[in-house]
Nanobody
């Protein structure tokens, strides 16, 4: 069974910086991409940043975080992804979720489908 666990949430002052971490665990899990999503109260979950494990690590960012947030990874070795958040704003307040996309060969065997695995989320609050 693949498990995705986020860590690093907390209270941050506006203009401050913060870092989130996410690890996907699974004994025979081929991870193709990992990413961060967030959901603010009363709003739908939205993409924050995604990075692929191949092609040099292609990244995609939401327009609202470009230039402020950076996603980095160590997917190949540790199935881990980080989100460095700078110049935080109150509107960045949300529950941040990590998603891993890959194949769980232990559970499904050689023809394992490519599935999405979500973490439980970690709260980030930007407030003075």
């Amino acid at each position: 069974q693949v498990q995705v666990v986020e860590s690093g949430g907390g209270l941050v002052q506006p203009g401050g910086s913060h870092r989130l971490s996410c690890v996907a665990s699974g004994s025979i899990f081929s991870c193709h991409a990992m990413g961060w999503y967030r959901q603010a109260p009363g709003k739908e979950r939205e993409l924050v940043a995604v990075i692929t494990s191949s092609g040099g690590g292609t990244t995609t960012y939401a327009d609202s975080v470009k230039g402020r947030f950076t996603i980095t990874d160590d997917i190949a070795a540790k199935k881990t992804v980080y989100l460095e958040m700078n110049s935080l704003k109150p509107e960045d307040t949300a529950v941040y979720y990590c998603k891993a996309v890959g194949q769980d060969f232990k559970t499904y065997g050689f023809n394992a489908p490519v599935l999405e695995y979500w973490g439980q989320g970690t709260q980030v609050t930007v407030s003075s």
